[in-house]
């Protein structure tokens, strides 16, 4: 059965508080901490884009997978923040790895589950046969406008999976797939920053295609949530996936694991992915784990993963996803973040 | 004259934030289920209360668009606006229109859509209802017109915070009992003091939300009525209508609303009662403090002493002037063209004995107050169980 054969995750050191970003807008910090459920959010350096992070997390996969990187067939990046609009992604991800020229690559865009589609299009490849092993990120340095709601969780980070057949740590058992056309979030070409429809980005939006999505999976498996360890849901902010999971019928206990984002923002493309590495830190063999990815415009993508006795062997080959996030942090003033961010300029 | 009664209501089934529900399927679905109450198998005319579809969701010429898909074609369909005042102004049209002897069968409705655009589109939606260019375009907005208004009122009567914030809870309250409502549950007044500061002194609890939704009711002559209605019939007692300064600053007094105590002025002339005659009241409550304001203007309270009313019990279910039964703009929601017209429905249901958990007890003479902007206009009805 194929499956996760290593996985790795990436989050930048740098964090900037909701009180730091609500002083600068004469906002109210406590009603937005309350409202968002977030704390702070993480900042990528001024070095740091989605390539970068994205090499750093598929290292600790490939370490975790110890495989030889010329074996990988297809690297997918997952991101609404490609740094470049025409030049890939994966070309340099996989050239800064050591996987090219025989190898594949795609950028995949789909809001924040784009990380996802990576993931799912990275295991049908392998399922087919068609390549050995194939890498998928989920990554980005994500936008928020200044003095938007979206500026106060909008992060960095990246999740990176290797599938392949053998030496499984995490077999796929199901995935599924729930999409429409709901524009509730969107950026077009030469924009900054995305434009969202407020409050129309909840029930109509997320919860509609995430619980769309993970009663699918539940029914096509014939699993409910008593059958999992974990689950993770697309988390934009501290509440949504709480209130999903309550929906569905998860404890609060199954998803804490894997809710980053009270510490970490949303890290959009890699959000619901890096919870997974989370889980597949402190999982034991046997665990079940649901995720739900969720991208605005819209659409989510389900997996039913089962954790196998290798998982033992291999997660403390890397860094833990904990340990990225709540240890060696430097919190950012506002203008420091703004000029990290290339909100100000240096004159020339 | 001929006398006019009420013999059918409807709201769409739920009030709120709306997504997969047009303007006009808001409105069609209370407009056919006012048509069913009432069991009338025609209408005269009809009324389309609506304060800002053109910057809702830029549709205008409501008139006939309701008309069309309510399937009344060719009947005269006409949209009346009178910013958030737009129903109860609708309903004071449908009332003339019937009490004139022009037509027998009408039926007026409010709607507004307003979820379709986001917060700050809905906020400067709504700023048209004051005086644009003196107000608006100066950067003032309603909650920042009723913070003043609450400031002066604070000031010269010792109102308070925690009073502005027992208004809020009474009418959730009220609300928590309306299934129909919006926001159908209980709040306290550590939450109302404890929620985000708008404008100061308002808190966002003390505020009434953005809501999609629609009302409609039937009107026909009371003998008529008398004769085919299937419901207990309510009667129109007093209909009145005053206009007041638009732009706050014009105002004699910023801490009373003049237009609502003229038009109560005259309705409780034409129903040949005083305010200690009413029973059970809707009221405009867009703010906490308009309330209370429109409490001492309606001669329920003294003035200055609108601060009290809910803080002693007087206004809530069980006291002696049960005041927005329904759950008010506050908890029921405030869908503008929709409010004065949903404010009969429920006086409607309490005279009618039909208002369930929130019924008061032997009901049978109600009001309606209902307001545009800061009091520019008012509206008041007196209802009477026939």
């Not at chain 1, 002083?23 to 390539?51: F, H």
């Not at chain 1, 991101?79 to 594949?104: F, R």
């Not at chain 1, 500026?151 to 057949?165: D, I, K, T």
């Not at chain 2, 803080?311 to 029921?332: H, W």
Request: aromatic share 8%; with cysteine; net charge neutral.
């Amino acid at each position: 059965m194929a499956g996760i054969i290593g996985y790795g995750a990436y989050i930048p050191r740098n964090r900037i508080r909701v009180e730091e970003i609500a002083k600068i807008w004469g906002a109210d910090a406590p009603s937005y901490k309350r409202g968002l459920g977030l704390e702070e959010k993480s900042v990528p350096s001024p070095d740091q884009d989605t390539i970068t992070m994205a090499v750093e997390a598929a290292k600790k996969a490939i370490r975790r997978a110890a495989i030889d990187p010329r074996e990988i067939g297809a690297v997918y990046v997952g991101s609404e923040s490609h740094p470049y609009a025409v030049k890939p992604s994966g070309t340099v991800l996989a050239e800064a790895i050591g996987a090219t020229p025989e190898v594949h690559s795609a950028s995949f865009e789909f809001a924040c589950k784009a990380g996802s589609e990576a993931m799912f299009v990275c295991l049908c490849q392998v399922e087919s046969g068609r390549i050995r092993y194939g890498l998928a990120v989920g990554a980005d340095t994500s936008q928020g406008a200044p003095g938007d709601a979206l500026e106060y969780s909008a992060a960095a980070g990246a999740a990176a999976f290797l599938f392949g057949r053998d030496n499984t740590i995490a077999d796929v058992n199901e995935t599924y797939a729930y999409m429409t056309d709901t524009p509730d979030f969107w950026r077009r070409e030469y924009q900054h920053y995305p434009r969202h429809a407020g409050r129309f980005t909840g029930e109509p939006a997320y919860f509609k295609h995430v619980l769309g999505a993970a009663r699918g999976i539940l029914s096509k498996t014939g699993m409910g949530p008593k059958d999992f360890a974990y689950a993770v849901f697309h988390q934009p902010n501290g509440k949504f996936p709480l209130n999903a999971a309550k929906q569905l019928g998860f404890t609060r206990e199954q998803v804490e694991t894997g809710r980053l984002v009270p510490k970490l923002g949303n890290t959009y493309s890699g959000s619901s992915p890096l919870g997974l590495t989370a889980i597949l830190d402190v999982a034991k063999p046997g665990d079940r784990i649901l995720m739900v990815s969720y991208g605005s415009g819209a659409g989510s993508d389900a997996f039913v993963f089962t954790v196998t006795d290798r998982i033992e062997a291999v997660r403390g080959k890397a860094a833990a996803t904990r340990d990225m996030l709540d240890r060696n942090k430097v919190y950012l003033d506002y203008g420091t973040y703004c000029k990290y961010r290339g909100k100000i300029l240096k004159a020339e | 004259m001929r006398d006019v009664a009420i013999i059918g209501v409807g709201l769409n089934k739920k009030w709120g934030e709306l997504w997969n529900v047009s303007l006009r399927d808001l409105f069609v679905e209370a407009a056919l289920n006012a048509v069913d109450d009432a069991g009338v198998d025609h209408l005269d005319s009809m009324y389309v209360g609506c304060m800002t579809s053109g910057l809702f969701v830029g549709q205008e010429h409501l008139g006939s668009l309701m008309a069309d898909y309510l399937g009344a074609n060719p009947i005269p369909a006409t949209r009346v606006e009178s910013a958030c005042a737009s129903g109860g102004a609708a309903f004071r049209q449908g009332f003339i229109e019937v009490a004139s002897g022009i037509s027998d069968y009408v039926l007026v409705g409010g709607v507004e859509k307003m979820t379709d655009v986001g917060g700050d589109e809905a906020t400067y939606a709504l700023s048209a209802a004051a005086d644009m260019e003196y107000e608006a375009y100066h950067g003032v907005t309603f909650p920042g017109l009723y913070a003043l208004m609450a400031r002066v009122h604070m000031e010269r009567f010792g109102t308070t915070c925690k009073q502005l914030a027992q208004v809020a809870v009474k009418n959730h309250k009220h609300g928590a009992l309306n299934p129909e409502a919006q926001y159908p549950f209980e709040v306290t007044v550590e939450d109302v003091l404890g929620s985000v500061m708008v404008a100061d002194p308002l808190h966002i609890l003390d505020c009434s939300p953005i809501t999609d939704g629609a009302a409609a009711v039937v009107l026909c002559p009371l003998d008529t009525a008398r004769r085919i209605a299937k419901k207990p019939v309510v009667r129109v007692l007093a209909s009145a209508q005053a206009s007041g300064t638009i732009a706050l600053h014009s105002r004699k007094d910023l801490a009373s609303i003049e237009s609502t105590s003229q038009a109560a002025t005259k309705a409780y002339r034409a129903a040949g009662i005083g305010p200690r005659d009413i029973q059970v009241a809707e009221v405009h409550d867009c703010f906490t403090i308009a309330e209370i304001m429109v409490l001492e203007a309606l001669g329920f309270v003294e003035t200055g002493k609108g601060g009290q009313a809910a803080e002693s019990g007087m206004t809530a279910l069980g006291g002696r002037i049960p005041v927005n039964t329904s759950g008010g703009l506050k908890a029921k929601g405030h869908p503008v063209g929709a409010t004065g017209v949903a404010q009969v429905i429920e006086i409607t249901r309490q005279l009618r004995g039909d208002a369930g958990p929130r019924q008061v007890k032997d009901a049978r003479i109600g009001l309606t107050q209902n307001m545009g902007g800061t009091g520019g206009s008012s509206v008041v009805h007196i209802l009477g169980a026939a």
